[in-house]
């Protein structure tokens, strides 16, 4: 079924470019412990560019993405377009944050191709998929900092590669390819929420999404708060697929995150209410606002949640001058 992928290959392909250009992008080029690491967006400035490349490169080049400057409650507010061929490989396969990245106090949500190298999360074994290394192995860290030799070592240990063979790009969330990145997930927030409920998500044949990209602050707190309401709360998704009406109007009242009982409020006052622990809010709230599909099997169209432009609104803009 997977038998021609070549994830890391491919995502490779654009981090060529991103490391020929690196300060037309605003990037920096490190070598850490042999692995060659692409500041996007920690100690580098980035840009709305490398934002859209970091996504790319995330997704292994399986999808269109684009920036285009719209209006939320009258603010002018970019907006993160998101088209993909192919959901289940490109999203869940790649894209996916799926991998905790730790290592002495080093911490670092891991996403991107090399995922498929490691293999080691439910979804692997669910689809059928691990990846073999063939010369370079492509991965994304969400984090505040650059890695440290013991995280080079630490990741190539788990994928059984050479650190001269790694390349890593990293960004902090409150950096503008870090927070262009996060909000280029609506899909794929949408099609794990799916896997998540038990639908079958290889009957997914494309899928479209939006979502906000958030002004920029000082600190990734605040950063991360406006990053998922932008996609909680503004984020919108459609979905071409081929399956049974009768599940997918049954799988799609649970969809939306407007179906949690953490739905309502701000992000960051959410986290701060359950202590600052991820794991203990509701998981059915990490989906897009408003999600269609299009059965093409039947011709049905379904169309389930909302968006709450006021709130995304009150986010981005409360403490915002």
């Given at each position: 079924m997977f038998?021609?992928?070549?994830?890391?290959?491919?995502?490779?392909?654009?981090?060529?470019?991103?490391?020929?250009n690196g300060e037309v992008l605003g990037c920096q080029?490190?070598?850490?412990?042999?692995?060659?690491?692409?500041?996007?967006?920690?100690?580098?400035?980035?840009?709305?560019?490398?934002?859209?490349?970091?996504s790319l490169a995330c997704m292994a080049d399986l999808a269109d993405i684009d920036?285009?400057?719209?209006?939320?409650?009258?603010?002018?507010t970019?907006?993160?377009?998101?088209?993909?061929?192919?959901?289940?490989?490109?999203?869940?396969?790649?894209?996916?944050?799926?991998?905790?990245?730790?290592?002495d106090d080093y911490f670092a949500m891991g996403s991107g191709p090399m995922r498929a190298l490691y293999a080691n999360e439910p979804i692997f074994e669910k689809l059928g998929y691990k990846e073999e290394i063939d010369t370079v192995a492509v991965g994304i860290l969400e984090a505040s900092k650059l890695p440290t030799p013991a995280v080079i070592r630490s990741i190539c240990k788990a994928i059984n590669v050479h650190p001269d063979s790694l390349i890593l790009l990293v960004a902090r969330t409150a950096s503008i390819a870090g927070s262009y990145q996060v909000v280029a997930r609506s899909v794929e927030?949408?099609?794990?929420?799916?896997?998540e409920l038990g639908f079958d998500v290889m009957t997914?044949?494309?899928?479209?999404?939006?979502?906000?990209?958030?002004p920029i602050p000082k600190d990734d707190l605040t950063a991360i708060g406006r990053t998922n309401d932008s996609i909680l709360y503004g984020g919108e998704v459609m979905l071409w697929v081929e399956g049974d009406d009768d599940e997918i109007q049954k799988v799609g009242a649970k969809l939306p995150s407007s179906a949690s009982t953490d739905y309502g409020e701000p992000f960051a006052d959410i986290f701060k209410r359950y202590g600052g622990d991820f794991y203990k809010i509701d998981p059915m709230l990490f989906s897009p606002a408003r999600v269609a599909i299009n059965n093409l099997k039947t011709g049905?169209?379904?169309?389930?949640?909302?968006?709450?432009?006021?709130?995304?609104?009150?986010?981005?803009?409360?403490h915002s001058k």
């Open positions: 038998e021609h992928l070549m994830l890391n290959e491919w995502s490779a392909s654009v981090v060529e470019d991103m490391i020929a080029i490190h070598d850490i412990e042999g692995a060659q690491v692409v500041d996007c967006g920690v100690k580098a400035p980035g840009s709305l560019e490398a934002g859209q490349l970091l920036c285009v400057l719209e209006r939320l409650e009258g603010q002018l970019p907006k993160v377009n998101v088209t993909v061929t192919d959901p289940a490989v490109s999203c869940l396969l790649s894209q996916y944050a799926g991998w905790k990245i730790t290592a927030a949408c099609l794990h929420k799916l896997h997914i044949r494309s899928g479209i999404g939006s979502a906000f990209l958030p049905s169209y379904f169309s389930f949640g909302k968006v709450d432009g006021p709130l995304v609104a009150r986010s981005f803009f409360s």
